[in-house]
């Protein structure tokens, strides 16, 4: 980024660990430079775990540099106390994390000179200059620094208190050993998916039998599905075998007859273009990647200057981005996408084009634009570079493409006063499903497990269904019940996580909680993969394929946990509506970290009131210590292993 930005600004060479020339001096951080102290390094008593010790407030808060990357530190401490250099341009991310990288750098060197705020969301040359042009004084975004600050301590309190206080109260009586860490984020985080466990482990399948019929009419055969209205509610079920064979009997060989059939046109309107989680979704359903792989990908390719700033939480346009939009059809005609040319082809029969308003929102616009291809053309990309460019590239495009149209049919058939339903879907327009084709499940050949399979039938018809009109008859040709079982709800693959996350707070009762928490949820944007991968590294969480599974630590520590604030959505719905406050100077960060300390005392004080949980799992036969639970990838099924002997039991079917 810093060659991007030296290079624009018509420096040259470039070095190691800064870029001179012409008055001007480029240096960089190399993400974090500085961190908080840990406790120890305010009060080598702090070093202990122990209740007396807690809770632990430092004033004022001290910070160092990394130890990794202090070279680095010192270059860019050194530049900005230097005698010549009379002001100073903070370019780092725009938004609140760069905001804070910037101030703890900034304040750690002891620097008072003059600030410029650069603030833009693309590395190509053109947006450097133009960001250069418009620059603000750093005073311009106190509110913002100060908000920052304020999230990264409150941060720190949570963290290093909840999780010595947890840690010392499993540890209580020699129970436990290891670190039991918790924080804001990443126990929510870990409290979705212990949840959704504990929902699998909770369920009992029911077996249930629905009812096919095959009827044959002159234009062609179709198949229905018997359904009964009673009153507001539908059935499509029967509770034994009996009673479908039963209804079959009574049906075999007698004429039906067409009740209705009706025919509706829906319109799909083009898919709003990407922000970095919609991406990581995407990525992960189609690719099977990684929060965290999607966002390195995504990383490079901004630094290679082909995307957007890919940290966004936006999925919309600026006014002033449309307006650059037609320069960024125009690379991806010159790039490497050769297979997107005849949509392109397309586009230029009808120069100039215009992006739809629904894609283009100032409102909607915080800190970065939705993620869209830049004016430099795609050349040499490969593998998995590739693959997450085009996705970018053809969201963007489809945007220009008109809806998808598709012709739905709905056919009820009555036999004895009986009823079936058969749905059919014809794609009349491809529009810019064309552009951009929706992600499609492989269709499994074979499914072992009844509820699988049953949660794999597709009752709706892709194409055709015959020509018929109502009050014709039909020949019922064959009846058949088919057994089908409850399915519990499905185990979260990443992507599942990260919409979780996303949304996490619409349940909230508080409409301002809910409203601050509407473009955030749990974590950002550029948090979220990491957090992922936090959890996994505390052993809280484990990746199996593609599906993210609780570990029994991280169950007994949601289970076990009694400060619900700490495993609720709620506190960050709390937090960011008085950072945003504080962000347009309407709350003061004194108030704001006050209170922070109040309600890090009282989880102190809870969690040492309460008694350590009892050990989870049966006793294993062989040495009687507890056995962990192991979930099994398959939905419902489970089994017992003992850490200490390694002995495994047989699988437990919920």
């Not at 001179?20 to 960089?28: A, F, K, M, R, S």
């Not at 209740?51 to 900005?80: G, M, N, S």
């Not at 009379?86 to 003059?114: M, Q, S, W």
Request: glycine share 8%; aromatic share 8%; proline share 6%.
């Amino acid at each position: 980024m810093g060659r991007a930005l030296a290079e624009a600004l018509g420096l040259p060479g470039r070095g190691r660990s800064l870029i001179e020339g012409n008055g001007l001096v480029v240096t960089w951080c190399v993400g974090h430079l500085v961190e908080a102290l840990n406790p120890e390094g305010y009060d080598p008593a702090w070093k202990a775990w122990r209740w007396d010790r807690l809770p632990i407030f430092p004033e004022p808060f001290r910070y160092a540099a990394i130890p990794q990357t202090k070279e680095q530190f010192d270059v860019v401490a050194r530049l900005l106390n230097r005698a010549d250099i009379t002001e100073v341009v903070n370019a780092t991310d725009a938004g609140r994390e760069g905001e804070l990288i910037f101030d703890l750098v900034y304040r750690l060197a002891d620097c008072h000179k003059p600030v410029l705020r650069f603030w833009t969301s693309s590395l190509t040359p053109e947006a450097i200059q133009a960001a250069y042009g418009q620059m603000k004084p750093g005073a311009a975004y106190e509110g913002l620094r100060e908000a920052a600050r304020s999230r990264q301590e409150a941060d720190w309190l949570v963290g290093i208190n909840a999780t010595r206080a947890q840690t010392l109260r499993m540890r209580r009586a020699g129970a436990e050993d290891g670190v039991w860490s918790v924080g804001r984020v990443q126990t929510p985080t870990l409290a979705l998916l212990v949840r959704r466990e504990l929902e699998i482990r909770d369920f009992r399948p029911q077996s249930f039998w629905t009812l096919r019929a095959r009827f044959a009419h002159p234009n062609g055969n179709y198949e229905g599905r018997w359904f009964k209205e009673l009153g507001d509610q539908v059935t499509e079920r029967f509770a034994t075998e009996a009673e479908a064979l039963e209804l079959a009997a009574k049906l075999k060989d007698k004429p039906g007859k067409i009740r209705s059939a009706t025919g509706r046109t829906e319109k799909k309107k083009p898919e709003l273009l990407y922000d970095l989680t919609a991406l990581q979704k995407e990525a992960n359903k189609r690719f099977g990647f990684t929060a965290e792989g999607t966002l390195g990908l995504a990383q490079t390719l901004y630094e290679k200057q082909l995307i957007s700033y890919p940290r966004t939480n936006s999925r919309h346009l600026t006014e002033a981005d449309a307006l650059k939009a037609p320069g960024w059809i125009k690379a991806l005609a010159q790039g490497q996408l050769t297979e997107l040319q005849p949509f392109l082809d397309e586009l230029r029969k009808r120069w100039p084009v215009k992006l739809d308003k629904r894609f283009v929102n100032d409102k909607e616009v915080e800190d970065h634009a939705a993620l869209v291809p830049t004016e430099k053309p795609a050349r040499g990309l490969a593998g998995d570079e590739l693959r997450i460019y085009e996705l970018i590239a053809r969201r963007f495009l489809g945007a220009y493409f008109p809806d998808r149209v598709e012709a739905k049919t709905t056919i009820i058939t009555e036999v004895e006063a009986e009823t079936f339903k058969t749905n059919g879907t014809v794609v009349k327009e491809e529009g810019w499903s064309a552009v951009d084709p929706p992600h499609r499940r492989k269709k499994v050949e074979k499914v072992t497990d009844p509820a699988e399979a049953e949660e794999e039938a597709d009752d709706e018809v892709e194409g055709g269904l015959p020509a018929v009109k109502k009050g014709e008859a039909v020949e019922t040709a064959s009846l058949h019940p088919k057994e089908g079982k409850t399915t519990p709800p499905k185990r979260m693959s990443e992507g599942d996580l990260l919409s979780a996350m996303q949304g996490a707070g619409k349940e909230l009762d508080d409409e301002a909680l809910r409203g601050a928490m509407r473009d955030c949820g749990l974590g950002t944007p550029a948090t979220r993969a990491n957090m992922i991968e936090t959890l996994i590294k505390r052993a809280y969480i484990e990746r199996k394929r593609n599906i993210l599974l609780p570990t029994d630590k991280g169950i007994r520590l949601i289970q076990g946990l009694p400060a619900e604030a700490l495993r609720s959505a709620e506190l960050t719905g709390s937090w960011e509506a008085r950072l945003e406050r504080m962000r347009r100077g309407e709350e003061s960060r004194g108030t704001f970290m006050a209170d922070i300390r109040g309600f890090v005392s009282g989880v102190v004080a809870e969690l040492q009131d309460a008694p350590a949980p009892q050990a989870h799992g049966i006793p294993c036969p062989t040495c009687t210590k507890p056995m962990r639970i192991i979930p099994s990838t398959r939905r419902g099924e489970f089994f017992h292993r003992c850490s200490e002997c390694n002995l495994t039991q047989a699988v437990v079917k919920a």
